[in-house]
């Protein structure tokens, strides 16, 4: 593996369930991020960990949680999806403030 | 408030060159980013601005006027694999990123 890795590539989930999305490193990026992606819109941050043992919220995060308990592993989790989370879920990580980011290739979520 | 303005989408000619414009209002300035996204993948970096002026990096080349508020990402000898869309993408005095939502660019033969 080079990079962030992302699963599932994507998913069905019926509203109501509980999903957790799954984002793993190893550049050993101190900086992770969560973003979503919908139509017309610029990527919007979800929640964002700048090292191990730290989150923040970003601009959307409700019904979102994260954690992040060592470098490379930062999981998102839908306690309880609804239909307006139906988006692209992309992971990303960086080296530092002004780095650029490094994505996964993003995890496809439609929730009925 | 934050904001980033850049055209919904473009077309172009394959061979040709296009200047693809961003003009954005932040808070604090810390850096201009350019990322390219091709259809149902994740974005991957172009370019990075700070300093007003013009940075090439082959085909592609960033500018930025920051007494304006403004950037263009630039492309040449433009090729059919060039056909994604391109987002410009600020950051501000605490390093968060306020992005747009991208110029998709339609490139024809």
């Known amino acids: 593996i080079a990079g962030i890795t992302q699963a599932p590539t994507s998913q069905i989930l019926a509203a109501g369930r509980r999903m957790t999305l799954r984002c793993t490193q190893d550049?050993?990026?101190?900086?992770m991020y969560w973003y979503r992606q919908d139509l017309g819109l610029g990527l919007r941050l979800i929640h964002y960990?700048?090292?191990?043992?730290?989150?923040g919220k970003g601009e959307v995060p409700d019904g979102y949680s994260v954690s992040r308990a060592n470098t490379d592993d930062f999981p998102l989790t839908l306690a309880s999806a609804v239909p307006s989370q139906t988006s692209v879920y992309f992971c990303?990580?960086?080296?530092?403030?002004?780095?650029?980011?490094?994505f996964g290739n993003g995890t496809r979520l439609t929730v009925t | 408030g934050q904001n980033i303005d850049q055209p919904t989408e473009m077309t172009a000619t394959e061979g040709a060159i296009v200047q693809i414009n961003c003009t954005y209002q932040?808070?604090?300035?810390?850096?201009l980013f350019w990322y390219q996204q091709h259809a149902g993948e994740a974005p991957t970096f172009l370019s990075y601005?700070?300093l007003d002026g013009l940075e090439e990096k082959g085909r592609f080349s960033s500018f930025l006027s920051r007494s304006k508020g403004y950037s263009y990402l630039l492309l040449k000898e433009l090729q059919m694999k060039d056909s994604a869309s391109y987002l410009c993408?600020?950051?501000?005095?605490?390093?968060?990123?306020?992005w747009g939502a991208g110029t998709k660019l339609i490139i024809k033969p």
């Open positions: 960990s700048n090292t191990a043992g730290t989150t």
């Open positions: 993408v600020s950051m501000d005095s605490n390093y968060q990123l306020i």
């Open positions: 601005n700070v």
């Open positions: 550049m050993r990026h101190n900086a």
């Open positions: 990303a990580s960086s080296d530092g403030a002004n780095s650029p980011l490094h």
């Open positions: 932040t808070s604090g300035f810390n850096g």
